[in-house]
């Protein structure tokens, strides 16, 4: 085993990724126009200054700002129906279910503060090298349990294959099933180990996958603060099978 | 989409996952990990032409990535408390590591000093020579080779099929 293979083992599977590429590429494109047409503009004036004759071709810099892609645009109304599509399904599946307010999913310590019944995320684009599409993660609580609680929904990119569908070896506990509409459910359990100063506590995570016919893939994971899980498989797959978390 | 900007995006989507990996290593958090790949993305951007000229473009933007990295950790939200020791809890229990393993490997990285985790990242993760991590991180190549040599023995147990870290496994 190499140590870069040692150390993707330890990092395991990165949830959806925040880094919107076409955003960046389109916001930094654009800042990069308007200092070319900035620097034409002063040529232009210091060249009338001078007396040279320079042409500055029209649009070459002062045009107007470029159009958002497609992409972007649909991305304006996409996340928020999802945002009510996610809210609903865990509304109906887990009623009891609550949001710790200015919880971060990486700091443990804030995961005890109040709670809130309106989830403080927001779905964000995520472009992973082999699926795209859409995520929304927190910190949710139930009762006395605390939990990092992810959703995504999302596609393969052409040329690229899903993962091993079915159960694998070294999950505590795995089970798949067919949903109702043929959907591919697979439900597996792990448990973690956290480090609290020199004591090591016992944490479980769970992760139901929905495969659709479609190729839609929608994933809900969480990962308790203790031994106990934050949702029964059967309320995580009702919220994956949920046919208003889709693609638009 | 202007071709510099197809090109742009053809590398960056390429490489996408193993930067957000290498962030995540480094600092150990998804957010932040996310935040650290779009400064880093944004700098390339803007410094496209000059990155391509360079003899390794994947060295080039993993150093822009860490230097990145330990910039965010001087400023004051940023901080972390860090320490040299590196807790060894090796005991002969064998078999494939556990998610457990895996929570105490991040945590022993995440338990070196800043600029010894990055040597780490860099030369073990990411492969890169001792030359390229020394002139990423602005040292010799005589500090790269000490600083990786410590953790390198904490990394060997773990390495070791017989060997894996104590986690009370299921067995």
């Not at chain 1, 990092?148 to 505590?172: A, F, K, S």
């Not at chain 2, 105490?104 to 020579?129: K, N």
Request: charge should be positive; aromatic fraction near 6%; proline fraction near 6%.
């Amino acid at each position: 085993m190499t140590y870069r293979q040692i150390f993707d083992e330890a990092i395991g599977d990165a949830p959806p990724t925040a880094v919107d590429v076409d955003g960046l590429v389109a916001r930094e494109g654009r800042r990069r126009r308007r200092r070319v047409g900035a620097y034409a503009s002063a040529t232009a004036v210091l060249a009338l200054a001078l007396g040279v004759g320079v042409v500055v071709q029209p649009g070459a810099s002062g045009g107007p700002a470029p159009t958002r892609p497609a992409a972007s645009a649909t991305a304006r109304s996409e996340p928020e129906r999802l945002q009510a599509a996610f809210q609903a399904a865990f509304n109906r599946e887990a009623p009891d279910l609550r949001w710790v307010q200015g919880g971060s999913t990486g700091d443990h310590k804030t995961w005890d503060g109040p709670v809130t019944e309106t989830p403080p995320w927001t779905v964000k684009p995520f472009q992973w090298e082999s699926m795209t599409g859409w995520f929304a993660v927190g910190v949710a609580a139930r009762g006395e349990v605390r939990s990092y609680l992810n959703i995504d929904v999302g596609r393969m990119r052409p040329g690229h294959t899903p993962g091993p569908g079915e159960c694998t070896p070294g999950r505590v506990k795995c089970r798949s099933f067919t949903g109702p509409e043929g959907e591919l459910v697979v439900a597996s359990d792990f448990e973690g180990r956290r480090l609290v100063g020199p004591v090591t506590e016992r944490t479980v995570l769970r992760s139901v996958t929905v495969q659709r016919a479609d190729g839609t893939h929608v994933t809900v994971q969480t990962h308790s603060s203790t031994d106990r899980h934050l949702m029964t498989v059967e309320e995580m797959a009702a919220v994956a099978l949920d046919p208003e978390i889709r693609l638009g | 989409m202007t071709g510099r900007d197809e090109e742009f995006r053809d590398y960056v989507t390429a490489r996408l996952e193993p930067l957000r990996r290498t962030a995540y290593l480094l600092c150990r958090d998804w957010h932040t990990a996310d935040d650290l790949v779009s400064i880093t993305l944004s700098k390339l951007y803007r410094n496209w032409r000059r990155a391509l000229g360079a003899d390794n473009l994947d060295a080039y933007v993993r150093g822009m990535l860490t230097n990145a990295w330990l910039d965010e950790r001087r400023r004051p939200w940023r901080r972390e408390r860090s320490t040299d020791e590196v807790p060894d809890r090796a005991d002969l229990a064998a078999g494939e590591p556990s998610v457990g393993e895996r929570e105490m490997l991040l945590e022993m990285l995440g338990r070196l000093a800043p600029r010894r985790r990055a040597v780490v990242v860099l030369r073990f993760y990411c492969d890169l020579s001792v030359e390229e991590t020394a002139k990423i991180l602005g040292v010799s190549t005589g500090t790269v080779k000490s600083q990786a040599a410590r953790a390198l023995e904490t990394l060997r147990l773990l390495a070791s099929p017989h060997s894996a870290v104590e986690s009370g496994r299921q067995r």
